[in-house]
């Protein structure tokens, strides 16, 4: 890892043949990603949102689609109740968390979001 911002770094290609990050590696990453959650098995990372209403919500899983997409890193979005939406980040292709996960959840915390007063 470099100290460049995450938010400004790309993520690289991810077809498996590495290990995941350890607990502290994604603890150290985790402080640049605030807003964001380690899951107790190390495996994952995840943030939630509000958002106003179910359009706003739409709109903000479309802006991160957009960064997905160039990054080619994928996360998992569940919009529940109309305006709950869940990001989930991990490489499935290592089976748990590597650095391409805290870079799309850096550029995520960079996405503006409507959110519920």
Not at 30 to 56: N, V
Not at 69 to 86: F, I, K, M, V
Request: hydrophobic share 35%; aromatic share 6%.
């Amino acid at each position: 890892m470099n100290d460049t911002a995450l938010s400004k770094r790309k993520c690289q290609p991810c077809e498996g043949g590495v290990s995941p990050l350890d607990r502290e590696a994604a603890e150290t990453l985790s402080r640049q990603t605030p807003g964001w959650d380690i899951d107790g098995a190390g495996k994952l990372i995840s943030r939630k949102y509000q958002t106003r209403d179910f359009m706003a919500a739409i709109e903000f899983m479309t802006k991160i689609g957009y960064v997905a997409q160039a990054d080619d890193h994928h996360p998992d979005l569940h919009l529940t109740g109309y305006r709950n939406l869940e990001i989930v980040l991990s490489t499935h292709a290592i089976g748990g968390l590597s650095e391409n996960d805290f870079i799309l959840a850096a550029k995520i915390n960079e996405l503006h979001v409507d959110l519920k007063n």
